[in-house]
C-alpha cells in the first residue's frame, strides 16, 4: 500500500488534524491572483520591464523553457480559436491555474512581436476579455471558497490515519465508507464550488508530482459521481439491466468487475441490454445536468469508465466462452 503522508503537500493541500489551520492556507486560485499584475500589461513601464525579463529569458533559453512557451502559445491560440462568449468562458475557467504572470508576459511579448495590427488588436481584446472573466471567476469562487475548501478538507480529513494524518491508497472499504458518510451528510453542499476546488488541487498536485495525492482527489470526485448516480432512477423499467446498473453506481468502482460477472452468469443481464440502460442513463446526465457544469463533467466521465469497463468484462467473458 502506498502512504500519502499530509507533510508532502507543503501546506497547500493539508486536510489532516496535524494542520487545524490548513482552511487559511489552501486557496485553489492562489496563481491566480498574479492576473491582477497582469492586468497592468498595459502600462508602458510594466511593458518595458516584461520585455527586459522575455529579452533575458531567450538569451538563457533552456529546453524547459522553450517547452513553457510553446505551451502558453498554445493556451492562447486555443483561447483566440474560441468562436463565441461561452466557449471563451469554459476556456478559461477550465485553464484558470495558467493565467499567472507568465502568461501575460507572454501574451504581452507576442502582442509587440505582431506584425499585423489585426493581429494585435486581436491580442488586446483577447487580454481584457480574459482579465475580465478571470477577475469574475476569481471573486464568485471567493465566495464560496471557504465552505468548500473546508467540506474539501474534512473528506480528506476521514480517509486519513487519525494517529498520523497520513493516507493509505489504495483506500480500504472503511475509509471510503467515511469519506462517503461525510459527503452525504453535506448533499447541499456538494456543488461547483467544491468541484471547482477539487480540481485545482489535483491541478496544483500533479504540477508538484504528488501523484498520491491525485489519485486521493481522484477518489473524492469518484465518490462524489457514486453518491450522485447511485439513486435508482425513477422510470427505469425495473430491468435486470437497469437494476444492475443501479447497484453498479452504488458501488465502489472496485467492485464493478465482479458485479458483472456475477449478474451475467445469474442470466439477469446482456451485454447490448446494459449498454442500452447505460446509455439511457448517459443521456439523463448530459441533458439533465448544466452543459459545461463540474458536475456533467464528472459524472459523465464516470459513467464512461463504467462503459469501458463494463465492455472490457464482458469481451473477457465472450472469450471464456
Known amino acids: 500500500m502506498q502512504a500519502v503522508a499530509a507533510a508532502s503537500v507543503s501546506g497547500h493541500l493539508r486536510p489532516c488534524s496535524a494542520a487545524p489551520r490548513a482552511a487559511a492556507h489552501v486557496h485553489p486560485f492562489r496563481s491566480c491572483s498574479a492576473w491582477r499584475h497582469g492586468a497592468q500589461a498595459a502600462a508602458p513601464a510594466q511593458r518595458r520591464q516584461w520585455q527586459r525579463v522575455g529579452a533575458a529569458e531567450r538569451e538563457s533559453a533552456t529546453p524547459e523553457s522553450l517547452t513553457a512557451v510553446q505551451e502558453l502559445d498554445a493556451l492562447i491560440d486555443a483561447l483566440l480559436a474560441k468562436k463565441g462568449a461561452q466557449e471563451l468562458a469554459q476556456a478559461v475557467a477550465e485553464n484558470i491555474m495558467s493565467f499567472d504572470q507568465r502568461f501575460w508576459l507572454r501574451l504581452a511579448t507576442r502582442s509587440d512581436a505582431a506584425q499585423e495590427?489585426?493581429?494585435?488588436?486581436?491580442?488586446?481584446?483577447?487580454?481584457?476579455?480574459?482579465?475580465?472573466?478571470?477577475?469574475?471567476?476569481?471573486?464568485?469562487?471567493?465566495?464560496?471558497?471557504?465552505?468548500?475548501?473546508?467540506?474539501?478538507?474534512?473528506?480528506?480529513?476521514?480517509?486519513?490515519?487519525?494517529?498520523?494524518?497520513?493516507?493509505?491508497?489504495?483506500?480500504?472499504?472503511?475509509?471510503?465508507?467515511?469519506?462517503?458518510?461525510?459527503?452525504?451528510?453535506?448533499?447541499?453542499?456538494?456543488?461547483?464550488?467544491?468541484?471547482?476546488?477539487?480540481?485545482?488541487?489535483?491541478?496544483?498536485?500533479?504540477?508538484?508530482?504528488?501523484?498520491?495525492?491525485?489519485?486521493?482527489?481522484?477518489?473524492?470526485?469518484?465518490?462524489?459521481?457514486?453518491?450522485?448516480?447511485?439513486?435508482?432512477?425513477?422510470?427505469?423499467?425495473?430491468?435486470?439491466?437497469?437494476?444492475?446498473?443501479?447497484?453498479?453506481?452504488?458501488?465502489?468502482?472496485?467492485?464493478?468487475?465482479?458485479?458483472?460477472?456475477?449478474?451475467?452468469?445469474?442470466?439477469?443481464?446482456?451485454?447490448?441490454?446494459?449498454?442500452?440502460?447505460?446509455?439511457?442513463?448517459?443521456?439523463g446526465v448530459v441533458l439533465g445536468l448544466p452543459s459545461g457544469s463540474y458536475a456533467q463533467r464528472v459524472q459523465a466521465e464516470y459513467l464512461k469508465e463504467l462503459e469501458e469497463r463494463a465492455k472490457g468484462v464482458f469481451a473477457d467473458l465472450a472469450q471464456e466462452g
Open 117 to 283: 495590427e489585426e493581429e494585435k488588436q486581436q491580442l488586446a481584446a483577447l487580454a481584457k476579455v480574459v482579465m475580465q472573466l478571470v477577475d469574475s471567476m476569481v471573486k464568485r469562487t471567493n465566495e464560496q471558497l471557504t465552505e468548500s475548501t473546508g467540506l474539501l478538507q474534512e473528506i480528506l480529513r476521514a480517509a486519513a490515519d487519525p494517529q498520523t494524518g497520513e493516507w493509505q491508497l489504495p483506500l480500504s472499504p472503511d475509509k471510503l465508507e467515511a469519506m462517503r458518510g461525510v459527503m452525504a451528510a453535506n448533499p447541499g453542499a456538494l456543488d461547483e464550488g467544491l468541484l471547482a476546488s477539487c480540481y485545482s488541487w489535483m491541478r496544483k498536485a500533479s504540477d508538484d508530482k504528488l501523484d498520491g495525492m491525485v489519485a486521493l482527489l481522484q477518489k473524492v470526485l469518484q465518490v462524489y459521481a457514486c453518491l450522485q448516480l447511485g439513486q435508482p432512477q425513477a422510470g427505469s423499467g425495473g430491468s435486470g439491466s437497469d437494476a444492475l446498473l443501479d447497484e453498479l453506481l452504488a458501488a465502489d468502482e472496485a467492485l464493478w468487475g465482479r458485479l458483472i460477472r456475477q449478474r451475467t452468469a445469474e442470466g439477469d443481464v446482456s451485454e447490448p441490454a446494459f449498454m442500452e440502460a447505460l446509455q439511457r442513463r448517459m443521456e
